[in-house]
């Protein structure tokens, strides 16, 4: 299999984990805080190979995520898209900041991911009124570390430059 290939696959079936995560059943108690798995990945890989990966992933993943979750066609899409464009401006920086470093700006992203898609649902009367629809950012940015370890231990993005 050739390096682009393998790199390909890589990348998709990563993505496929993170929407499987995404649409998978948890309690109740756990639904509010589950994690923004696509968008987390979305991150990784445009730190990690800017030229595979980059706005219209971006977009093309917020619309399958819209289209998967119901909700106005273009709102994830514009979140995502916003998200791969402010990473790929300051990726040179970001790549070699420390993990807790990368947090706080993956938290600064979701925060404005997350804004975004409030004031999408705003403007179609869908409120939120409780503070719990930023605990995905705040499990995000816990996690962000362990998900960034494992997709570098599972992918190995060395090879794929």
């Given at each position: 299999?050739?390096?682009?290939?393998?790199?390909?696959?890589?990348?998709?079936?990563?993505?496929?984990?993170?929407?499987?995560?995404?649409?998978?059943?948890?309690?109740?108690?756990?639904?509010?805080?589950?994690?923004?798995?696509?968008?987390?990945?979305?991150?990784?890989?445009?730190?990690?190979?800017?030229?595979?990966?980059?706005?219209?992933?971006?977009?093309?993943?917020?619309?399958?995520?819209?289209?998967?979750?119901?909700?106005?066609?273009?709102?994830?899409?514009?979140?995502?898209?916003?998200?791969?464009y402010i990473t790929l401006?300051?990726?040179?920086?970001?790549r070699w900041f420390p993990?807790?470093?990368?947090?706080?700006?993956?938290?600064?992203?979701?925060?404005?991911?997350?804004?975004?898609?409030?004031?999408?649902?705003?403007?179609?009367?869908?409120?939120?009124?409780?503070?719990?629809?930023w605990a995905p950012v705040?499990?995000?940015?816990?996690?962000?570390?362990?998900?960034?370890?494992?997709?570098?231990?599972?992918?190995?993005?060395?090879?794929?430059?």
């Amino acid at each position: 299999m050739s390096r682009s290939s393998s790199s390909a696959l890589a990348i998709v079936s990563s993505f496929a984990v993170a929407g499987m995560l995404t649409l998978a059943p948890l309690p109740e108690w756990a639904v509010a805080w589950r994690p923004e798995w696509v968008a987390l990945t979305l991150i990784y890989w445009v730190l990690t190979v800017p030229r595979q990966v980059g706005i219209g992933a971006g977009w093309t993943l917020g619309l399958i995520m819209d289209a998967t979750q119901g909700t106005l066609l273009g709102a994830h899409a514009l979140g995502f898209s916003v998200i791969a464009y402010i990473t790929l401006r300051l990726y040179p920086r970001l790549r070699w900041f420390p993990l807790y470093q990368q947090a706080i700006f993956v938290g600064l992203m979701l925060l404005l991911y997350r804004s975004a898609t409030l004031w999408i649902n705003g403007m179609q009367g869908f409120a939120q009124e409780s503070w719990l629809y930023w605990a995905p950012v705040l499990s995000s940015v816990l996690l962000w570390p362990c998900v960034s370890v494992l997709l570098q231990a599972t992918f190995r993005p060395g090879s794929m430059r």
